[in-house]
């Protein structure tokens, strides 16, 4: 019904799970006003609040208070910002967000998604920390392994841990290919290669979702079409100055090819990416504004009829972090906020990520400039899911049984496993005898940067000098360069290169004690002067110091092979074309590469 209906009398047959799953949609749909319907709209951030209550304002991060949010605007779908202190706080938040929803006048149930948050990133614009949740290496690293079927079982045990908290939608896979070796956002890919992103792509959507979505899925929300790679000097389009896309390989075709598996597989969801793409035969403007690639190759060329929402902030500036950032609008920063809506439901999306204002669509849908024939199309998608997930049938969760699922001993177990399993073997250079450095021999003494003292002591003497010690481990964030904000400094971005004292100072340690190095590959690194001087190289993609320490020793072997190419210069990486695989000149360690323990 239309927002001129006075009538007050609700029909509730739309809970009967016995209907058929359309007529639930029309049944609902038909009763909601613009205001209720406007609400649907906008996916905007939501946090915890102080011990599982319902939150109050966000300053900081510019969040309205979850009452405000749901009640004076009708917001159903939000991203839960921030990590879990535990599931059972968690479950307990979600079924209060939950009765506040259902206390509104039609009841329609909340739907809450997150970012990443099973590894060891944590970026507030990407990823958060694992915190009860099992913990495993970043994407990059399942794709070290490589192994459809560890990932599909990765998916498995992150839906089982997602539902029993109330997280239905995750904001993930990111299946963009890294062929821009700078690009800050590798490390939750799945790599530089097409047809492994596609496979894994696959097989991790199948373990969210299942072979069909249902009221035990997590719908993924797959990003970021239609491929966030190919960025200019891989300056990331969080930020102004990475708004453009290029493609001087005329390569933009071989970045659909994870999505087509995706599309395969069922995504419920699709998050276009905030870059604009120049120099093809698409419009020039940012993805989520772009109806020729929404609506002209999502839409109509992959028949794609699932839910398309925008990445977050495309249409309102923001302060983060006490930091202005402009909204990220490119190609159309002259339009005003109400006009970048406008052509972001022209262009063929259905909702707003990261914005919290009905009003402004409310209002293009009265003036005329929208019609409500167009607000029902997205609606219709966005109330199906909501049924098809079971949120009308079953909103609340188990409290009791979110304590004993999430991060059970079985899937935490799982997950280190696989960090192990992550670990890449670089180089290993014979020690004094001739035989392979590592495996560590236990009982030696070993002096220590970055890693854990106290579980080191498990394996080895741990000593406090490098001149006391038969051997060094050192652990390695790969290089990055500092930029002016913080929020920007959570985007690991520019030169791959190791600032010339810190090269300096490992070769001298390299040359006092033989010296184990491991790196922690968010992006590749330039490792061509220390390959040389190191007595062996373990990269690894998320991983914590007993995982570590288990490979080093023996306990467990490297089985890792890299997912992209580790350049041998910058000279090499500023050569590369940016939409194009594989394009580093002789590569210092190649896709692939990954050595192996002898028997």
């Known amino acids: ?87 059972a706080e968690m479950a307990g938040w979600h079924n209060k967000l939950q009765e506040l929803a259902g206390s509104s006048r039609l009841g329609i149930p909340v739907t809450l998604s997150t970012d990443p948050r099973h590894s060891f990133t944590e970026n507030p614009g990407t990823a958060m920390l694992a915190g009860p949740f099992s913990q495993w290496p970043e994407p990059l690293g399942l794709a070290a392994i490589g192994d459809e079927e560890l990932v599909e079982r990765f998916g498995d045990i992150a839906r089982q841990e997602y539902t029993a908290v109330g997280l239905r939608v995750a904001l993930h896979p990111q299946i963009d290919l890294a062929t821009e070796p700078r690009w800050a956002r590798q490390v939750a890919t799945f790599g530089e290669d097409a047809e492994l992103t596609g496979k894994l792509a696959a097989a991790y959507i199948r373990g969210f979702q299942g072979a069909t979505l249902g009221e035990d899925s997590v719908a993924t929300m797959t990003k970021h079409f239609p491929g966030g790679g190919p960025q200019k000097d891989g300056e990331d389009p969080h ?10 390989g005329d390569n933009f075709e071989h970045h ?6 995706a599309f395969d597989a069922g995504t419920s969801q699709i998050m276009p990416y905030y870059g604009m793409p120049v120099g093809t035969e698409y419009d020039e403007v940012g993805f989520g504004f772009n109806k020729s690639v929404i609506t002209g190759l999502l839409r109509d060329r992959y028949k794609f009829d699932g839910v398309v929402c925008t990445d977050w902030g495309l249409l309102s500036d923001a302060v983060i972090a006490g930091s ?10 002259h339009l005003s906020t109400r006009e970048r809506m406008l052509a972001v439901l022209n262009a063929g999306a259905d909702q707003f990520g990261g914005e919290a204002i009905p009003e402004v669509l ?26 098809v997930l079971g949120l009308f049938d079953k909103p609340l969760v188990d409290v009791e ?99 010339a004292e810190q090269i300096a100072e490992l070769t001298a340690l390299c040359r006092t004690v033989p010296t184990v190095l491991d790196v922690f590959l968010d992006r590749p690194a330039i490792l061509t002067p220390l390959a040389g001087e190191a007595a062996a190289i373990t990269a ?49 360690f190649r896709f692939g590469h990954g050595l192996r323990y002898s028997a």
């Not at 659909?256 to 598996?261: D, R, T, V, Y």
């Not at 202005?324 to 920063?333: I, L």
């Not at 209002?363 to 049924?387: M, N, P, T």
Request: hydrophobic share 40%; aromatic share 8%.
């Open 1 to 87: 019904m239309s927002e001129s209906t006075t009538s007050n009398a609700i029909d509730t047959s739309f809970r009967d799970g016995s209907l058929p799953l359309e007529e639930r949609v029309e049944k609902l749909l038909g009763q909601m006003t613009l205001e209720e319907k406007a609400g649907l709209f906008f996916h905007t951030m939501l946090a915890i609040g102080e011990g599982g209550e319902l939150a109050e304002a966000n300053p900081v991060f510019g969040i309205p208070s979850t009452q405000d949010l749901v009640s004076d605007r009708a917001m159903t779908h939000f991203n839960v910002f921030g990590a879990a202190t535990s599931a």
């Open 239 to 248: 930020f102004a100055y990475g708004r453009e896309q290029v493609y001087p």
């Open 256 to 261: 659909l090819k994870p999505f087509e598996a």
């Open 324 to 333: 202005p950032f402009p909204a990220r609008a490119w190609g159309v920063e």
């Open 362 to 387: 409310i209002d293009l849908v009265r003036s005329g400039e929208v019609s409500e024939e167009r607000i029902d199309v997205s609606a219709r998608r966005l109330l199906r899911e909501k049924f």
């Open 401 to 499: 049984k979110a304590a004993a699922v999430v991060g059970s001993d079985e899937f935490r177990a799982a997950g280190d496993a696989a960090q192990r399993a992550s670990f890449t073997l670089l180089t290993n250079q014979p020690a004094d005898g001739g035989a392979p450095t590592l495996p560590l021999p236990r009982g030696v003494k070993v002096y220590l940067r970055g890693v854990d003292a106290e579980a080191a002591a498990g394996y080895a003497i741990v000593v406090d000098t490098p001149e006391e010690a038969d051997v060094a481990i050192v652990r390695l964030q790969a290089p990055y360069e500092q930029r002016e904000t913080m929020f920007e400094n959570f985007f690991h971005a520019g030169s791959l290169d190791y600032p």
């Open 540 to 588: 690894n993609f998320g991983a914590g110091s007993p995982a570590l320490l288990d490979v080093l020793f023996g306990v467990s072997a490297p089985q890792g092979k890299l997912p992209m190419d580790l350049p041998r210069s910058m000279e090499a990486v500023h050569a590369n074309l940016p939409d194009v695989p594989f394009d580093t000149i002789d590569p210092l």
